[in-house]
């Protein structure tokens, strides 16, 4: 058979042989170009609504109320919780010679104060405060001027110490190693 000539009056839609106009109420989804771009628009948008929600802080948490005071003191959370005053036991000055190799021995002299949570805990650590020093000369006699220098090497010091002083008053509890001089000569 024979094909027969189009007429030029016939639509596409209804051939179906029409690529560029597809038709139907979602037509404009069969085009990626376009999808993609629509995509973009409203990732664009959103990044912007949210920056823009951000800055202005809408985002920030409510801020908490403050606690009400009446003549006894704060209601509330702070008074339900007893503040406790930590409590400070002074060593006597340890002065030790550090290791060198220079022919001038160089020595350090330290003051040292322990902090407890209670005032009950320096009654249990009295009686082993022998161990605690020597377990602090045997340290520090170890170190050398190098290893004292710059405020990390400092508070390297006053955590090994901390370690060593709640080795020797176990079970009793030291929170912190406080440094009342430092002396380097």
């Not at 003549?71 to 010679?97: C, K, S, W, Y």
């Not at 902090?115 to 000369?137: G, K, N, S, Y």
């Not at 405020?151 to 010091?157: F, G, M």
């Amino acid at each position: 058979m024979a094909k027969k000539p189009k007429s030029k009056t016939e639509e596409p839609a209804a051939t179906g042989e029409s690529k560029d106009a597809p038709q139907g109420k979602f037509a404009f989804l069969k085009n990626k170009k376009l999808m993609m771009m629509a995509g973009g628009g409203l990732a664009a948008f959103l990044i912007v609504a949210v920056g823009g929600a951000w800055a202005l802080g809408m985002f920030k948490p409510a801020p908490r109320p403050e606690p009400q005071q009446t003549a006894q003191g704060p209601v509330g959370e702070a008074a339900q919780r007893p503040q406790r005053l930590p409590h400070f036991m002074d060593l006597p000055e340890i002065t030790v010679n550090l290791t060198s190799a220079a022919q001038r021995p160089q020595f350090l002299r330290v003051r040292i104060a322990l902090e407890l949570a209670e005032a009950q805990t320096a009654t249990q650590i009295q009686p082993l405060m022998p161990r605690v020093l020597d377990a602090f000369q045997v340290y520090l006699r170890e170190m050398r001027a190098a290893d004292l220098e710059g405020s990390a090497a400092v508070h390297r010091l006053k955590e090994e110490l901390m370690r060593r002083v709640n080795l020797a008053v176990q079970p009793a509890r030291v929170d912190a190693v406080l440094f009342r001089e430092i002396l380097v000569q």
